[in-house]
């Protein structure tokens, strides 16, 4: 548990740096599109939420887990959708291929 | 049981790429060029992690996992194709779902699990709970406060920081004891409860105006508690996603706080929404100059350059496919047209860049704050449809207003200067807006929607005779 809890703190914190890094050079531009890009990735809340109801392990679980990922699903189809629209209409009058 | 560790290896890999596709999803999103390819990195991402979940060999039915998925589809498809004006509430709305989901695995871990967790893993098993929960109300109130359901108006009273802060307290006391007490699994419930009723409390003194901060720090939460999940999990692939959407969500939190002249500690405690002050000070009437459409349309056919300042009027009055027509008209008489934004403009960061796309307005014509303000002097026109706050001068000028040191667009800069309003009253935030009665100022009185379509039709006629 020890080194496994070591491990997982420092993937939190360069997978932080790699995100302020990142994100830091976004144009304000997207700023809107980023919010729900992020949104839907961190719908991956869905994978430990699909575990718990493939497990089964109690029915209060199950039902919880349930809930969870219809709850996660949903930020995942719609995020990703809205993503798309909005993003479609960035145009720009410069003739330049994309 | 035998080639359960090649399989887990094999889900590992997976969740590796996974991991791989969402870092260069975000690192594509830095340009409207590669934004496309960017989306499509994260949706395959998020498929290969979806399938790999399923590969996993501790499932044992598979039956309510497809219910779950297909319902969440079935919810998220209209989510996803919401008015481009609703983009604001839709976002608070996923953001509670988000932290909805983290709750609830996070509740039912702990029931499964108590009283053997260890304390680290119930360390971070309350903070995903007390984070989840909070941002769940906090997100829901703040989806109804856009979406108009609830009053807009902040609500405060006193001692409302001191309430706030000893409720979240509370909730981390009692976390903390149940962290050295196992046993303690009475007080679970109260460590959900309370950062529910928390997270109600934080947003009910939060203005319109003040949304852009709160929902972006409602995502950094958002994102920090599914990392959590990850540690009680022991998910990398979690903890990744939630580093990046947490670092994102504080990134744009710190550029919101910014543009709006916040300290920082006064975002993390959520203390902001603070601006209203009464505007009862105002006894006399200053005098205003207004024009009509066709006085209006005469200056702006004259002028060589023209900014347009568009504010969250512009989306109430769903007037940017108006303004879009009158960006065409402009052109096509040789009048350079840009647009101005200031980075707290509408209800979320970057809302009017959406609302301008939306409406076909090239996005190389939509200039951020900072490069724009150098450029007002030697604006012949600037027009402000529906903005008020980020144009107010007082910001720079008079360090009694409530807004003293907020960077703002520098429109007074301009040579002539137009403000499409409905009438003189001050607006959300109940500060007078000097700007109004410079004498190179017009008022052009109406909503912004017909108003902007009078001088579409006065442009038509001129250019026609």
């Known amino acids: 548990m020890g080194s496994n809890l070591i491990d997982a703190l420092f993937i939190f914190m360069l997978a932080a740096f790699i995100g302020f890094e990142v994100i830091r050079r976004i144009s304000p531009l997207l700023h809107t599109p980023l919010m729900s890009l992020t949104n839907a990735l961190d719908a991956i809340a869905v994978t430990g939420a699909i575990l718990m109801v493939g497990e089964q392990k109690s029915t209060f679980s199950l039902v919880l887990g349930t809930l969870a990922v219809i709850a996660a699903t949903s930020n995942v189809v719609g995020g990703f959708l809205i993503t798309d629209r909005m993003l479609k209409m960035f145009k720009t009058s410069r003739p330049k291929k994309p | 049981m035998t080639n359960f560790p090649a399989n887990e290896q094999v889900i590992q890999v997976i969740y ?46 598979y039956k ?57 893993v119930m360390t ?48 981390i006391v009692l976390a903390a004891y149940l962290v050295l007490h196992p046993g303690a699994t009475l007080l679970f419930p109260f460590i959900v409860g309370i950062p529910l009723v928390f997270g109600v409390l934080m947003v009910i003194p939060i203005g319109g105006a003040d949304m852009p901060t709160v929902i972006s720090l409602l995502n950094s939460y958002a994102g920090l508690s599914a990392a959590a999940m990850g540690f009680v999990l022991d998910s990398k692939l979690l903890i990744i996603a939630g580093a990046l959407d947490g670092s994102s969500g504080f990134i744009l939190s710190v550029i919101m ?13 959520g203390a902001f929404g603070k601006v209203q002050i009464s505007a009862t000070n105002e006894a006399e009437v200053k005098p205003v100059r207004s024009a009509t459409a066709e006085e209006a349309a005469a200056i702006l056919a004259a002028a060589n350059t023209v900014v347009v300042v568009p504010g969250y009027g512009m989306a109430i009055a769903q007037a940017q496919h108006k303004v879009r027509e009158l960006y065409d008209a402009l052109t096509r008489r040789g009048v350079d047209v840009r647009f101005a934004i ?37 604006t012949d026109v600037a027009l402000v449809i529906g903005a008020n706050d980020v144009t107010n001068p007082a910001a720079r000028t008079d360090s009694a207003s409530p807004i003293y040191g907020m960077p703002i667009l520098a429109v007074d800069k301009a040579r002539t200067v137009m403000v499409i309003k409905r009438s ?11 700007l109004y009665y410079l004498d190179k100022t017009l008022m052009l009185f109406g909503d912004a929607k017909s108003f902007v379509n009078d001088i579409v039709h006065e442009l038509a006629g001129g250019g026609r005779n």
């Open chain 2, 16 to 61: 590796l790429v996974a991991s791989a596709l969402f870092i260069l999803a975000l690192k594509w999103m830095n340009s409207p060029v590669t934004a496309q390819r960017g989306v499509w990195a994260g949706e395959i991402g998020m498929v290969l992690a979806i399938g790999g979940t399923l590969l996993n060999q501790g499932i044992v039915d």
């Open chain 2, 342 to 378: 200031h980075p707290v403009a509408g209800r979320m960061p970057g809302h009017m860049n959406v609302l301008l796309a939306e409406a076909n307005i090239p996005y190389e014509r939509l200039i951020e704050m900072d490069d724009i303000n150098e450029e007002f002097p030697q």
């Open chain 2, 424 to 434: 003189m009253s001050p607006g959300f935030a109940g500060i007078d807006n000097p």
């Open chain 2, 257 to 269: 706080s910014k543009a709006m002249n916040r300290s920082f500690t006064n975002i993390l405690f």
């Open chain 2, 124 to 171: 971070v098993l309350s903070l995903e709970v007390i984070l989840g929960s909070l941002t769940f109300t906090g997100s829901l109130m703040a989806a109804g406060k856009l979406q108009e359901v609830l009053p807009q108006r902040p609500l405060t009273y006193k001692g409302q920081n001191l309430v706030n802060l000893t409720l979240l307290a509370v909730a």
């Open chain 2, 64 to 120: 309510w996992i497809a219910i779950a998925l297909v319902l969440g589809t079935i919810i998220g498809i209209p989510l996803g194709l919401v008015q481009m004006t609703a983009v604001p509430q839709r976002t608070a709305l996923s953001h509670a779902f988000g932290a909805f989901c983290v709750t609830l695995v996070g509740i039912a871990d702990f029931y499964l699990r108590t009283p053997n967790i260890p304390r680290f």
